[in-house]
């Protein structure tokens, strides 16, 4: 088995176990950064985000992380493109410029969401009294 097929079939077994998995938060692991430090890491709310998305919930999946909702479409055309023009998919043709400018954006989504002025950035679950109340329409 090539190591391509074995990640793909890591990465689907992964997605299959996320699926079945109750919705509730309990049953992810902590955020170790978070456990030991108290800040929120970039990828802090990723699990619980996929795991919204599987199961449909796109707004909740928003609030746990929203850096990983925007980075799922700009990964998916590059490995989609990557793999229609080279029939193959090599991760060492992503161009260093690229590579820097999304490590950047991603450390300083790590950086805004632990200062209090963006802790709407901080992963957080919804619930229907926030939904009722309001909390999700436009600021006026």
Known sequence: MT??????GLLLAGLVLLA????????????????T????CSGCGSLRAIRSLLSGDVLQAWHYNPI???CIPIILVGVLSEVVH???????????FLLW?????????????NIPAFDYLQPTALSAKTIHAGALTWPR
């Open 37 to 40: 430090t108290g800040l929120y």
């Open 101 to 113: 400018v999304w490590l950047s954006v991603i450390l300083a989504f790590g950086v805004l969401r």
């Open 86 to 96: 080279t029939k193959r998919l090599s991760l060492t043709r992503i161009r260093p």
């Open 3 to 8: 190591p391509g097929r074995w990640m793909a």
């Open 20 to 35: 079945v998995l109750p919705p509730n938060v309990g049953c992810f692991p902590p955020c170790p950064v978070h456990t």
């Open 68 to 70: 990983l909702l925007c």
